[in-house]
């Protein structure tokens, strides 16, 4: 099963009336790096884990995109998800490409001691191919803002001087900001409200949300502040659901001290499939990619879906809930406020001044609601979905730019 990227980026270079070159030049990734990363175990022994960089597109600049630890790790999985951040940084007119890395590892059973030689390791294999000019990482499936100051590092002792620049996601105290972690859910908070907004504005819409992680619990956060109600949450393990509207601080505390969702007191506990039979007005998928199968599109009760996690609705998934008239917010859009907020991490490293929050703050949301007007604009002036006036806007500017680099 394909993602929707694959099917929509062709369409939209034909829709720009592309040569079949420069199609072919935006489609392949122009460099993988695979490298075997030794680990020296607590124990002694020694163990080897293959490493990947994928580096998609960097007409716009240098190219951008995390480092995940994970068993399913591929170069093709890689390609994948560097071809969505160069669309995602370019949709958002950040001057970066599109990359991915990780690891084919899973680093549950992993000492604190051995992650970070293993984290030290991947660096100095992809050093040649790293650095603030030329690719500059960021956290992912995981790995955190702990990760990012042990590569900081690594690059700094292979490089011989400090650059913050080099890496973003960084704990606070080596230049990262405070705000990274919350702001993907509060940028796609921004963009439901905007879209909200426009079509009517009126009363206290209602949401499920899928996956009750980083992006999940900001996001219900975010939302319950602006007057959603939210009606259900769900996560690996279970889902919870209110008629009157969860109350996400307290479930977000509780998740946080138990690590699940079962808290009869807040509301009627099932299994995670159970949030397929909540009513709503946004269903918002901010889980695992590919969640919404053609089943599940036919099942769904809600008026949208809102793509909180990359690449949740299948092609064929999203053909089906078109015909029901269910719009979708697509990814490209809705999560990109972590991936800006990189961006103001690293020009804050560059001009080597402190960034505060609430200017960070008030800086994604600037940006975030206006791009999303420009998406809501052009949709509707073309008559198109949302997912193609996004895809127009972000794979047009990459291909005037490749074109102007290279004729
Ligand atoms: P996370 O690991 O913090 O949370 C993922 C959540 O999904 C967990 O609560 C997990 O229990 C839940 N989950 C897993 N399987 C599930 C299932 N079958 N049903 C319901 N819930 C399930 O990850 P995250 O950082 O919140 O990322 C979520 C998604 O958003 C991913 O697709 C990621 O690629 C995307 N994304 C994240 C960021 C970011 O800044 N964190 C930025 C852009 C995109």
Same mark, same amino acid.
């Given at each position: 099963?394909?993602?929707i990227?694959?099917?929509?980026?062709?369409?939209?270079?034909d829709r720009?009336?592309?040569?079949?070159a420069?199609?072919e030049r935006?489609?392949?990734?122009?460099?993988?790096?695979?490298?075997?990363?030794?680990?020296?175990?607590?124990?002694g022994?020694?163990?080897?884990?293959?490493?990947?960089?994928?580096?998609?597109?960097?007409?716009?600049?240098?190219y951008?995109?995390?480092?995940?630890?994970?068993p399913?790790?591929?170069?093709?999985?890689?390609?994948?998800?560097?071809r969505?951040?160069?669309?995602?940084?370019?949709?958002?007119?950040l001057?970066f490409?599109?990359?991915?890395?990780?690891?084919?590892?899973?680093?549950?059973?992993?000492?604190?001691g051995? &992650?970070?030689?293993?984290?030290?390791?991947?660096?100095?294999?992809?050093?040649p191919?790293?650095?603030?000019?030329?690719?500059?990482?960021?956290?992912?499936?995981?790995?955190?803002?702990?990760?990012?100051?042990w590569m900081?590092?690594?690059?700094?002792?292979?490089?011989?001087?400090?650059?913050?620049?080099?890496?973003t996601?960084?704990?606070v105290?080596l230049?990262?900001?405070a705000? &990274?972690?919350?702001a993907t859910?509060?940028g796609?908070?921004?963009?439901?409200?905007?879209?909200?907004?426009k079509?009517?504005?009126?009363?206290h819409?209602?949401?499920?949300?899928?996956?009750?992680g980083?992006? $999940?619990q900001?996001?219900?956060?975010?939302?319950?502040?602006?007057?959603?109600r939210?009606?259900?949450?769900?996560?690996?393990? $279970?889902?919870i659901?209110?008629?009157?509207?969860?109350?996400?601080?307290?479930?977000?505390?509780?998740? $946080?001290?138990?690590?699940?969702?079962?808290?009869?007191?807040?509301?009627?506990?099932?299994?995670?499939? $159970?949030?397929?039979?909540?009513?709503?007005?946004?269903?918002?998928?901010?889980?695992?990619?590919?969640?919404?199968s053609?089943d599940?599109a036919k099942?769904?009760?809600?008026?949208h879906?809102v793509?909180?996690?990359?690449a949740?609705v299948?092609p064929?998934?999203?053909?089906i809930?078109?015909?029901?008239?269910?719009?979708?917010?697509?990814?490209?859009?809705?999560n990109?406020?972590g991936?800006t907020?990189?961006?103001?991490?690293?020009?804050?490293?560059?001009?080597?001044?402190?960034q505060d929050?609430?200017?960070?703050?008030?800086?994604?949301?600037?940006?975030?609601?206006?791009?999303?007007?420009?998406?809501?604009?052009r949709?509707?002036?073309?008559?198109?979905?949302?997912r193609?006036a996004a895809?127009?806007?972000?794979?047009? &500017?990459v291909?005037?730019a490749?074109?102007?680099?290279e004729?």
């Open positions: 099963m394909g993602d990227v694959d099917s929509i980026v062709p369409e939209t270079l720009l009336g592309v040569s079949s420069l199609e935006l489609m392949r990734v122009e460099r993988s790096l695979e490298s075997l990363i030794p680990l020296e175990l607590d124990s022994e020694r163990v080897y884990f293959q490493g990947f960089r994928v580096q998609h597109n960097s007409a716009l600049g240098p951008k995109g995390g480092i995940r630890f994970h399913s790790v591929t170069a093709e999985e890689l390609a994948a998800m560097a969505l951040m160069t669309w995602k940084c370019s949709l958002m007119e001057p490409g599109g990359a991915k890395g990780g690891i084919a590892v899973d680093p549950q059973p992993l000492s604190p051995e &992650r970070l030689r293993l984290s030290r390791e991947y660096l100095f294999r992809m050093y191919v790293l650095g603030p000019d030329t690719d500059i990482p960021a956290p992912d499936i995981n790995t955190d803002s702990e990760t990012m100051g900081a590092d690594a690059f700094s002792k292979r490089s011989g001087t400090w650059r913050p620049d080099a890496l996601g960084k704990p105290c230049g990262g900001l705000f &990274r972690e919350e859910g509060f796609a908070a921004e963009v439901i409200s905007g879209f909200f907004q079509e009517s504005g009126k009363g819409p209602s949401c499920s949300i899928e996956g009750f980083n992006v $999940g900001h996001l219900a956060l975010q939302l319950a502040e602006r007057g959603f939210i009606l259900c949450v769900s996560d690996s393990r $279970g889902a659901a209110n008629p009157g509207g969860l109350d996400i601080g307290t479930l977000s505390r509780l998740k $946080g001290q138990t690590g699940h969702l079962n808290h009869p007191t807040l509301g009627e506990v099932f299994t995670p499939d $159970g949030i397929d039979r909540i009513d709503v007005d946004y269903f918002i998928p901010a889980a695992l990619p590919r969640s919404i053609p599940r099942r769904l009760s809600c008026r879906v793509e909180a996690a990359n949740p299948t064929e998934g999203e053909k809930l078109l015909e029901r008239g269910i719009p979708v917010l697509p990814d490209i859009l809705v990109a406020g991936v907020v990189s961006y103001f991490e690293w020009l804050g490293n560059r001009s080597g001044d402190r929050n609430d200017r960070v703050r008030d800086a994604l949301s600037t940006r975030m609601v206006r791009i999303a007007q420009e998406v809501m604009d949709a509707k002036r073309e008559g198109r979905t949302l193609e895809y127009l806007i972000a794979v047009n &500017r291909a005037v490749q074109s102007a680099r004729g």
